[in-house]
């Protein structure tokens, strides 16, 4: 099984303890905000994982419905529900076939899954994707936000895509789908460095786990890119 699905499988109360720390200084929680979604809003998140997104969002008022396909990873986000007495409705399905009626949402979030697709698929990756595009555009009324989040490296000074077939997803998205992109800076902040190392390294890996002491980080670079659109007025997806 690939290493990110196992962990999705298996593992989601780890990933979002580690995911937790992230974001130190607000910035994305700020892009989210100010999407402008108001209280009876309509906010579909797709491979909304353990609830990052809605739990952001739970004091704008909205309708909030989160995607996600891992029956682990919905547990835990079920879990951060209950936690913070949210409302939102969870549904296990995949991004590429979403059960919800055409032009529901004002918003469509997509935050770390679809560049997934890139590697669990290389020969037929956007054929892919394009299912996914395809839906979030299905699914937003006609001048709805669309907003695409992924990573731009971990552990980096600088941002940019952490591997090839990344770069190559990123491009696209904004070539063939009219995408914009934003970076922000959203690391991660740990107790010390033995957190950093005993949150991250199941997930990033040895090498990161070992950067990490050589370099003392309790504040872990992180890079993160928002692509947002606005959905068109016509019935084209594109």
């Known amino acids: 099984m690939d290493h990110f699905r196992q962990i999705y499988a298996s593992r989601a109360g780890d990933y979002h303890r580690m995911i937790?720390?992230?974001d130190a200084d607000g910035q994305l929680q700020g892009v989210l905000q100010a999407l402008g979604?108001?209280?009876?809003?309509?906010?579909?998140?797709?491979?909304?994982?353990t609830g990052r997104v809605p739990l952001m969002l739970r004091a704008a008022g909205a309708q909030v419905v989160g995607l996600e396909l891992a029956e682990d990873m919905l547990r835990e986000n079920a879990a951060q529900r209950a936690q913070v007495g949210g409302a939102w409705t969870l549904v296990?399905?995949?991004?590429?076939?979403?059960?919800?009626?055409?032009g529901w949402a004002d918003v469509v979030t997509a935050g770390w899954a679809i560049g997934h697709l890139r590697g669990w698929h290389d020969a037929d990756w956007q054929?892919?994707?394009?299912?996914?595009?395809?839906?979030?555009?299905?699914?937003?009324?006609?001048?709805?936000?669309?907003?695409?989040?992924?990573?731009?490296?971990?552990?980096?000074?600088a941002p940019a895509p952490p591997t090839p077939g990344l770069a190559e997803y990123y491009a696209w998205l904004e070539a063939q789908w009219g995408f914009e992109r934003q970076v922000i800076r959203t690391?991660?902040?740990?107790?010390?460095?033995?957190?950093a190392v005993a949150r991250t390294e199941f997930f990033f890996g040895p090498?990161?786990?070992q950067a990490i002491r050589q370099r003392g980080w309790a504040r872990l670079p992180e890079w993160t890119g928002v692509w947002s659109k606005r959905t068109p007025l016509s019935e084209s997806p594109r």
């Open 207 to 209: 090498e990161l786990a």
């Open 37 to 49: 979604l108001r209280a009876g809003g309509r906010l579909l998140d797709l491979g909304s994982g």
């Open 127 to 157: 054929t892919q994707m394009d299912a996914v595009l395809a839906e979030m555009h299905r699914v937003a009324a006609p001048g709805g936000r669309l907003v695409i989040m992924e990573t731009l490296t971990t552990g980096a000074e």
């Open 20 to 22: 937790a720390a992230e």
């Open 187 to 195: 690391d991660y902040v740990f107790a010390g460095v033995d957190e």
């Open 92 to 102: 296990q399905a995949d991004m590429r076939a979403v059960p919800l009626p055409t």
